[in-house]
Each structure stands twice: as structure tokens, then as C-alpha cells.
């Protein structure tokens, strides 16, 4: 057994690239430089694949999702040499869904005076995805000029880490904030909210199409 493609991107996704351990929170995406397919490395397993490695039971653990955390290569290597009892079964797992659970929630307690504060700080996120897939994305001029390179993975990787972390980020601000908005704005609000849904959604598991990133809702943002 291997660790899928799908397996990876599921956790390099929900722990936005950042290494999950509470004390560390190293930002991961620097390892991506070199990366050949999917193979980003530091997925840690909570029980080893191997009955006598770190943590292991009888039989070994899987490698699904559900027994893999993301760290960094330091953290990774403290847990699996630590002796016998230091980072349990139940810590990482602890570890993992409070580190998921922080990208999930983010930008929810945000709360912003005016409307100004709030809409620069949307374009704020905006301007790094925007920048992002101008510089790596499907469009780019190193994506069209070495297409045999590693960038459609690391376009895919980074969309999980950054783009879909920035949505959530202000799905999750204007939730808080809406009052601070027009009626219309909250409308584009919606339709972005929409996309972003779909968007994330697609990078799982493909759809046939999905609402396109509605741009009046850029425009609208701008402070
Ligand atoms: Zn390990
Ligand atoms: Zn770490």
C-alpha cells in the first residue's frame, strides 16, 4: 500500500500546508520545490505502517486519511524517535483536527469597525490568490512555456494550501462582518461564496463545471 494522490491532497488541503503540530506551525510549501508527483514527503502516520514502528498496533496502521497528519520534516522525526508513550495515538489525533479545525474557522472572529478596514483586507486575499495563479496557474507563462515541469502539482498543491484557505478565510470574515455591507454587495457575496464552495469541492473530485469566480465581486471589494 501507498499513500493516494487523493489521500495527500485530502491533508495537504484541510492543514493549508502548515506542519500540525501546536508548538511548530512551520509553513510547508517551501518543501514543494522539488517535488516529483504527489510526493510531498512528511505525511506522518499516526500508527506506523509497521506493528513495531512508532506507535504501531498488531497489524499495522493504514494509510488513509483518517491515520495520517501532516508535519514538518523536524516534528515528524520527534515524534517517530521519541521514546515509546510521548506522542500518543491520542495527541496527534488532537493535534490534526484542533490544526484543521483553526483553518476551518478562520477570519470568524474578525470583526472590522468600518466597511473600508473590511474590504481592504478582502482584497488583501483576493490579490494573493489572483497573484498566485498569475505566477504558477494554468495561464502563466511557466506553466505554458515548460509544461513537462512539476508545476501542474505544485498549482494543485498550492490551490489547497493558499486559494481554498483564503475562501474559507473570507467566507468566514464576511459572515462576521455583513452588516458593514450593501445589499448588493452581499448578493456578489453570495455568488462568490457559491464558486468557492464549488471550487474547493472540484479539486477533490472533479466536477463538469462549476460557477466561475464571479469578478464583480473583485470590483466590489475594492475599498
Ligand atoms: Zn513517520
Ligand atoms: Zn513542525
Known amino acids: 500500500m501507498?499513500?493516494?494522490?487523493?489521500?495527500?491532497?485530502?491533508?495537504?488541503?484541510?492543514?493549508?500546508?502548515?506542519?500540525?503540530?501546536?508548538?511548530?506551525?512551520?509553513?510547508?510549501t517551501v518543501l514543494l520545490e522539488g517535488i516529483r508527483g504527489f510526493n510531498v514527503g512528511e505525511m506522518a502516520h499516526v500508527i506506523a505502517s509497521s506493528p513495531t514502528g512508532p506507535r504501531g498496533v498488531a497489524g499495522g496502521g493504514s494509510d488513509e486519511y483518517e491515520n495520517l497528519i501532516l508535519l514538518c520534516p523536524t516534528c515528524h522525526r520527534t515524534i517517530d524517535k521519541a521514546p515509546s508513550g510521548t506522542y500518543s495515538t491520542e495527541t496527534l489525533h488532537l493535534w490534526k483536527r484542533s490544526h484543521e479545525a483553526s483553518i476551518?474557522?478562520?477570519?470568524?472572529?474578525?470583526?472590522?469597525?468600518?466597511?473600508?478596514?473590511?474590504?481592504?483586507?478582502?482584497t488583501f486575499l483576493l490579490a494573493e490568490n489572483h497573484a498566485l495563479w498569475a505566477t504558477i496557474g494554468p495561464q502563466s507563462s511557466v506553466a505554458k512555456t515548460d509544461p513537462g515541469s512539476n508545476m501542474?502539482?505544485?498549482?494543485?498543491?498550492?490551490?489547497?494550501?493558499?486559494?481554498?484557505?483564503?475562501?474559507?478565510?473570507i467566507i468566514n470574515t464576511i459572515g462576521a462582518n455583513f452588516r458593514l455591507l450593501s445589499k448588493a454587495e452581499i448578493y456578489l457575496f453570495f455568488l462568490f461564496k457559491n464558486h468557492a464552495k464549488a471550487f474547493e469541492q472540484h479539486q477533490y473530485t472533479r466536477l463538469d463545471n462549476y460557477p466561475l469566480f464571479p469578478q464583480e465581486f473583485e470590483k466590489a471589494m475594492q475599498p
Open 2 to 28: 501507498a499513500i493516494s494522490d487523493n489521500t495527500v491532497k485530502l491533508l495537504w488541503g484541510r492543514a493549508a500546508g502548515i506542519c500540525s503540530n501546536p508548538g511548530c506551525r512551520e509553513d510547508l
Open 152 to 169: 501542474n502539482e505544485i498549482w494543485t498543491l498550492r490551490k489547497l494550501d493558499t486559494i481554498v484557505p483564503n475562501n474559507i478565510e
Open 104 to 122: 476551518r474557522s478562520n477570519g470568524m472572529a474578525k470583526i472590522f469597525q468600518n466597511s473600508e478596514e473590511l474590504k481592504k483586507h478582502i
